[in-house]
């Protein structure tokens, strides 16, 4: 039964979740687009954790994205270099402090038709990187404790 609400949230155009009102074609950036982006990012794995609505993208075990739908409105936590998340926040208004995280290194874009696709795919990547440039503490210091 889980399993199927994952398949749902993969395929926007048949989800309950499905993002706003409009059409793909009047957004800049989509679910779908998203979705295959932050899949595409090499060694990134996908994970419900928290609910099926909320899809967690991680590398090297740590998380670099979040996907979520909750009330027809899309979201996407990134995390961000903390002197960008302010400048982030003041250029574009769909883009607010962490929901549920860390608001000074993670920023949550609202997704609707005015984030340009350039930005958004930037940002993941950005992200990413951030995430791949600093492993986890147990795979840095293997005296810490890991037993990975």
Not at 71 to 81: F, G, H, Q, T
Not at 89 to 95: L, M, Q, T
């Amino acid at each position: 039964m889980r399993q199927t609400n994952k398949i749902k949230i993969h395929t926007p155009k048949t989800c309950c979740h499905t993002p706003l009102t409009q059409s793909k074609t009047t957004m800049s950036f989509s679910v779908d687009d998203a979705w295959t982006m932050v899949l595409s990012k090499k060694e990134g794995t996908e994970e419900t954790p928290l609910c099926p609505e909320v899809l967690v993208y991680k590398v090297c075990g740590e998380m670099f994205a979040t996907l979520g739908f909750e009330d027809e409105i899309v979201r996407m936590n990134l995390k961000c270099d903390s002197e960008r998340t302010l400048e982030l926040r003041d250029e574009h208004e769909e883009i607010v402090p962490g929901y549920q995280m860390n608001r000074e290194h993670w920023n949550t874009l609202v997704f609707d038709e005015s984030l340009p696709a350039s930005l958004v795919t930037e940002l993941v990547g950005h992200s990413y990187e951030l995430v791949v440039k600093s492993p986890p503490a147990k795979l840095r210091n293997p005296s810490s404790g890991g037993d990975d």
